[in-house]
């Protein structure tokens, strides 16, 4: 008698012990997703350097709250000039976006951020 052997995906999450980031040109987008639903992000000229310092729960800049579905996430953050809006698909590692800014028109197609532990 043969056994059928059931596969169970490993269910795609977002990481929340570390940040997401792409590097463009000479800026750092930066993602930080928490366990509550929260994510924040900022964008840095040139390289990493201490982020995790100032990038956390007290960061009060480009919030938003984060849903996901299916491997999929979306989320729109916040800030004075106004909004910017993120959807894309969650890998094991890193997530590809894309992205529409609201407050200068710009959309950028397909961008890969990748997973840094803290």
């Known amino acids: 008698m043969n056994k059928v052997k059931y596969i169970v995906p490993l269910a795609l999450v977002i990481l929340t012990n570390g940040i997401y980031f792409a590097e463009m040109n000479n ?10 639903g929260r994510v924040i992000s ?6 990493y350097s201490q982020i995790n310092r100032w990038f ?3 960061y009060r800049e480009n919030i938003g709250f984060y849903t996901m579905e299916n491997g999929t996430i979306s989320f729109t953050t916040n800030a004075n000039e106004g909004s910017v809006e993120y959807s894309g698909r969650i890998g094991r590692t890193s997530i590809r976006l894309d992205i529409h800014s609201n407050i200068n ?3 950028l197609r397909n961008i890969r951020f990748r997973f840094a532990r803290f």
């Open 56 to 58: 956390n729960t007290t």
């Open 42 to 47: 900022a964008n840095v000229p040139g390289k």
């Open 105 to 107: 028109g710009h959309k």
């Open 27 to 36: 800026l750092t987008m930066y993602l930080r997703f928490f366990e509550d």
